[in-house]
Nanobody, 123 residues
Framework: QVQLVESGGGWVQEGDSLRLSCTASGRAFRSYAMGWFRQAPGAEREFVAAIRRSGTSTYATDSVKGRFTISRDNAENTVYLQMNSLKPEDTAVYYC????????????????WGQGTQVTVSS
């Protein structure tokens, strides 16, 4: 069992930056790939970024490439999402997830989820 707690969300203006953190309980953190997903009001949850167990491989959806960076610190049981050049369309609740998915972009393949942190970007 892994418990995930996100932090770092908030209200910012277009062009600002935020860094989200997701800290996991337990010793199994380094055994899992980690993903960030987001859900805007009235929209389906969508994949944002993911990182493999070792941290050597990362993936991001096209809309955030070049602006968002996912990283992890296995010693601290924490995964980060650095978000730069934020846009109003990035407004959503951001969730981190842990698991061993075959497809990193598929939320249904992650068994563990955090409660989410709200990110609001105003124009």
């Amino acid at each position: 069992q892994v418990q995930l707690v996100e932090s770092g969300g908030g209200w910012v203006q277009e062009g600002d930056s935020l860094r989200l953190s997701c800290t996991a309980s337990g010793r199994a953190f380094r055994s899992y790939a980690m993903g960030w997903f987001r859900q805007a009001p009235g929209a389906e949850r969508e994949f944002v970024a993911a990182i493999r167990r070792s941290g050597t491989s990362t993936y991001a959806t096209d809309s955030v490439k070049g602006r968002f960076t996912i990283s992890r610190d296995n010693a601290e049981n924490t995964v980060y999402l650095q978000m730069n050049s934020l846009k109003p369309e990035d407004t959503a609740v951001y969730y981190c997830a842990a698991g061993s998915p075959v497809m990193l972009t598929s939320g249904s393949q992650y068994p563990y989820w955090g409660q989410g942190t709200q990110v609001t970007v105003s124009s």
